[in-house]
């Protein structure tokens, strides 16, 4: 058992431990693009993330009048994500510091996404974080990506650890929301500033509202740490 008890910690990934984001705005642009809708804005993006790619394509569908399947348009997308994820994607620096030092205390890590095992594969080998984090979830393997809480509850249970004993660590709403579904603690670094004020995010235990610009480890492993005595 680790110095923090029986704590687990499960990770989001996209927007949490990296920033894939603008690959995944870049990639669904070219998808969009190839199936007759041009312009696609970072603006229209924000509205997906933290939501699964499949969740994504599926509203597209609607939204747009696309003729494609949506297995058609998930592997067009992913295509255009593995690319791009391959060419390039950053860790932030206190987030890979965090993993690094719940690591070195023995807490039981995982991550948990809404990207397909392919992408967060890819991204954590490329990175290094593959290292620390070997129990991975994709929403693909369960039945309801986030807001459900399926993805966390399965990353528990790979992990053995009881729900009441993990803190989810998330930058989006729907990720909180799932983190608060499957009875877990959240900090909650939102990347999308404008979304700090989600009702989803009242919820976590601990909210840095400045994003990944406030987080640092210290601070967290501080907050976990209180956590952990609280009777």
């Not at 297995?71 to 993993?99: C, G, I, S, W």
Request: aromatic content about 8%; glycine content about 8%.
């Amino acid at each position: 058992m680790s110095a923090l008890g029986t704590l687990s910690v499960v990770f989001d990934l996209d927007g949490t431990l990296v920033d894939s984001e603008p690959n995944y705005f870049e990639a669904g642009r070219r998808t969009l693009a190839e199936h007759g809708v041009p312009d696609f804005s970072w603006a229209e993006h924000e509205r997906y993330v933290g939501i699964s790619t499949r969740e994504t394509v599926t509203d597209w569908r609607s939204r747009y009048g696309l003729s494609a399947s949506v297995d058609e348009l998930v592997a067009v997308k992913n295509r255009h994500y593995l690319e791009l994820a391959r060419t390039k994607t950053d860790v932030f620096p206190q987030m890979r510091t965090f993993v690094e030092r719940l690591a070195g205390e023995g807490v039981p890590l995982a991550v948990a996404s809404g990207s397909s095992a392919e992408a967060i594969d890819a991204i954590l080998s490329g990175t290094g974080l593959d290292a620390y984090l070997r129990t991975v979830v994709s929403a693909d393997e369960v039945p309801h990506g986030k807001p459900a809480p399926d993805v966390f509850l399965e990353a528990a249970r790979r992990l053995g650890a009881r729900p009441a004993d993990c803190v989810v660590v998330e930058d989006a709403a729907p990720g909180a929301a799932a983190a608060h579904a499957a009875g877990m603690r959240c900090i909650a670094v939102p990347y999308v500033a404008a979304q700090a004020d989600a009702p989803e995010f009242a919820t976590a235990g601990l909210l840095l509202r400045g994003g990944q610009a406030e987080f640092t480890a210290r601070a967290a492993l501080d907050w976990l740490a209180a956590s952990d005595r609280r009777p």
